[in-house]
C-alpha cells in the first residue's frame, strides 16, 4: 500500500501558480486553516480558488494570492461578511464567479461525476446566470423545461481538513455536517488531506466507525498531521471556533487594514509558533463548540 504521509510544506511543494485550487469545510467550520497558512507562508499565486469561504478565503485574497474567486458565500457565520474578502472585492482585486450554494454543490458533482454540466433549476429567475456567463439547456423529454446548465467545477486540487486519517488516505469524519468535503475531494485530480489523528491503519485502530469513511483512498494524494489544524475555526466535534482570534482579525482589517502589517498575526513563522501564539494545543482543545 502506498504510504501517502507528507509534510505541510511538501503539500504546498505540489500546488503551482495558476491552479484551480477546491478548499473544503463550510466558512468557519473545518477548514484546512494550517495548509491555507503554509500557502501564505509560500511563493504561490494567480490561484483560482474554490470554496464555501471563510477566514481560508478572506487570508488568501488579502495576501494577493486569488486571481479568481469562485464562492456561494464568504462568511465567518456570527461575523456575517469576511472583511478580507470584502475589501478585495470591493477593490476590484480578484475577478468573482458567484454562485447560489446549490449551483456550487451541483458544480462540484459534475466535475465528481466526469459530466461537462449539470442540469438545474437553482438560480433561474436570477442575474446569477447572466452574470457568471452559464448557459441554459432544454430537456430532450417532452417537458420541454429550460434549465441552467451548471458547468463542472474541476479542481486540480483540493485541500480538507479531517477528524482521521491512516497513511494510506483512509479518512473519518465527525460532526452533524460533512458538508461537502467528499465532492471536492472527487472533483479534484488531488486531494491533500490534513488531520486531528494519523493511525497506520484505521481498521485496526476504529473498525467501529467506518460509517465515517466518506470518500476513499483512491481520491487521497497525501496526508499531514496538524492538531488543531482548523483554528481558528471550529473542527466538530473536537473544538469550537475562537470567536476572540475572528474579531481580533476583523479588527485587523479595518482602515488601513494593511495585511503586510498583521500577517505575521495571523500566520506565524511556522505552524508550532502560530499555535503557541493562540495558547497551544490545550487552549485550542478547550474552545466550545457554538450552538445553532
Same mark, same amino acid.
Given at each position: 500500500?502506498?504510504d501517502?504521509? $507528507?509534510?505541510?510544506? =511538501? ?5 503551482k501558480?495558476? $491552479?484551480? @485550487?477546491?478548499?473544503? %469545510?463550510?466558512g468557519?467550520?473545518?477548514?484546512p486553516?494550517a @495548509?491555507?497558512r ?15 469561504? %471563510? ?6 485574497c488579502?495576501a ?5 474567486l469562485v ?7 456570527a461575523?456575517?461578511? =469576511?472583511?478580507w474578502?470584502?475589501?478585495s472585492?470591493?477593490? %476590484?482585486q480578484?475577478?468573482?464567479? =458567484?454562485?447560489d450554494e446549490?449551483?456550487f454543490q451541483w458544480?462540484?458533482?459534475a466535475a465528481?461525476f466526469?459530466?461537462?454540466f449539470?442540469p ?5 429567475g436570477?442575474?446569477? !446566470?447572466?452574470l457568471?456567463?452559464l ?15 451548471m458547468?463542472? @467545477? ?7 481538513h ?20 467528499e ?5 479534484a485530480?488531488k486531494?491533500?488531506l490534513?488531520c ?6 484505521m481498521?485496526?485502530?476504529? &473498525?467501529?466507525? !467506518?460509517?465515517?469513511?466518506?470518500f476513499?483512498?483512491?481520491f ?11 483554528? &481558528? ?10 470567536m ?7 479588527d485587523a482589517?479595518k482602515? &488601513?487594514?494593511?495585511?503586510? !502589517? ?14 503557541e501564539?493562540v495558547?497551544?494545543?490545550e ?5 466550545p463548540?457554538p450552538?445553532?
Amino acid at each position: 500500500m502506498l504510504d501517502k504521509r $507528507m509534510t505541510p510544506a =511538501e503539500i504546498v511543494a505540489q500546488l503551482k501558480d495558476g $491552479m484551480t @485550487l477546491g478548499i473544503g %469545510g463550510w466558512g468557519p467550520r473545518r477548514k484546512p486553516m494550517a @495548509l491555507v497558512r503554509e500557502i501564505l507562508r509560500s511563493d504561490l499565486k494567480d490561484l483560482t480558488v474554490v470554496a464555501y469561504g %471563510g477566514a481560508d478565503v478572506g487570508m488568501l485574497c488579502a495576501a494577493g494570492k486569488v486571481k479568481k474567486l469562485v464562492f456561494a458565500f464568504v462568511s465567518l457565520d456570527a461575523i456575517p461578511l =469576511e472583511p478580507w474578502f470584502r475589501k478585495s472585492r470591493e477593490a %476590484g482585486q480578484i475577478e468573482v464567479m =458567484e454562485l447560489d450554494e446549490g449551483m456550487f454543490q451541483w458544480g462540484l458533482k459534475a466535475a465528481a461525476f466526469g459530466l461537462p454540466f449539470l442540469p438545474t433549476r437553482v438560480g433561474l429567475g436570477t442575474d446569477l !446566470a447572466d452574470l457568471g456567463g452559464l448557459k441554459h439547456v432544454q430537456s430532450p423529454y417532452d417537458d420541454g423545461e429550460v434549465l441552467i446548465a451548471m458547468p463542472a @467545477l474541476k479542481l486540480d486540487a483540493a485541500l480538507l481538513h479531517v477528524n482521521r486519517s491512516d497513511w494510506r488516505g483512509n479518512v473519518q469524519l465527525f460532526g452533524p455536517d460533512a458538508y461537502y468535503d467528499e465532492w471536492f475531494a472527487k472533483a479534484a485530480v488531488k486531494t491533500y488531506l490534513s488531520c486531528e489523528e494519523l493511525v497506520d491503519r484505521m481498521e485496526d485502530h476504529y &473498525p467501529d466507525t !467506518a460509517q465515517a469513511n466518506v470518500f476513499e483512498r483512491c481520491f487521497v494524494s497525501g496526508v499531514t498531521h496538524i492538531p488543531c489544524g482548523a483554528h &481558528p475555526g471550529s473542527m466538530p466535534p473536537a473544538y469550537g471556533w475562537d470567536m476572540k482570534a475572528f474579531k481580533a482579525y476583523t479588527d485587523a482589517a479595518k482602515d &488601513p487594514g494593511d495585511w503586510n !502589517a498583521v500577517k505575521d498575526r495571523f500566520v506565524g513563522a511556522d505552524e508550532a509558533a502560530y499555535l503557541e501564539s493562540v495558547g497551544g494545543k490545550e487552549a485550542v482543545a478547550a474552545l466550545p463548540l457554538p450552538v445553532f
